[in-house]
């Protein structure tokens, strides 16, 4: 499914309808160039979701942990800056990608192969408008 947001307005139904379509997923890769408005995408997601939080890249964290208001969990990782598998497996995603809470990751290449199989693959392209594209399988590494 492909949507085209025209403005930063559109993410809030953008975030809705991506929910909806995947309601038992938990596991979702985020692909697109620096500035594609991955972040900006999630935290339309998170809001979606009740997160309480302020929803910020954890781009030196390299995970950031927000709370929703019923007082779930949810995990948005950055891999941009990770530079091997080891230092994946130091932080434990283990525990966060299968801990059944909602995981959002940005820069998903160098861990696509550790990721589950029903991990749900946004794609984020364009410009002035986006087109944020989603399915239930993982797009060809495009980080």
Known sequence: MKLTCKSESDLAPAARQL??????ARVFAFNGHIGAGKTTF?????????????????????INEYKTASGETIYHFDFYRVRNLTEVFDIGYEDYI??????????????ESLLPGNTIGITITGQAEREIEFADSLPENQS
């Open 19 to 24: 929910l909806g379509t995947f309601p038992n």
């Open 42 to 62: 999630i935290k339309s997601i998170c809001l979606a979701l009740g997160v309480t939080d302020i929803v910020q890249s954890p781009s030196f964290s390299i």
């Open 98 to 111: 299968y801990s059944g809470n909602y995981c959002f990751i940005e820069w998903p290449g160098i861990i």
